[in-house]
Nanobody, 115 residues
């Protein structure tokens, strides 16, 4: 069983919005820092945003003001609300759960921003 599964990716026009979900199972979701990362073809995987177990958030400069990371510890699910999408946001988006002793990656979901 994969502990982390992403969903919500797809094709969207520039200026549009998408919400990605990260569903966790078999782990105590609430204790983990959750992060969203992305990787475009030919590029390294980069941090998009993180949210700690206490709710502190951190964003890459390129997405500040456009993306919002959140989590629902009751539903064991995290989210990435993406607004004002740009073609350069096109990438495979991955969810990560991280603690001092364990880390998990999902298999990713593709986001394509194109007209």
């Amino acid at each position: 069983q994969v502990p982390v599964v992403e969903s919500g990716g797809g094709l969207v026009q520039p200026g549009g919005s998408l919400t990605l979900s990260c569903a966790a199972s078999g782990v105590i979701f609430s204790v983990y820092t959750m992060g969203w990362y992305r990787q475009a073809p030919g590029n390294q995987r980069e941090l998009v945003a993180t949210i700690t177990s206490g709710g502190t958030t951190n964003y890459a400069d390129s997405v500040k003001g456009r993306f919002t990371i959140s989590r629902d510890n009751v539903k064991n699910t995290g989210y990435l609300q993406m607004n004002s999408l740009k073609p350069e946001d096109t990438a495979f988006y991955y969810c990560n759960l991280n603690s001092p002793t364990h880390g998990y990656w999902g298999q990713g979901t593709q986001v394509t921003v194109s007209s």
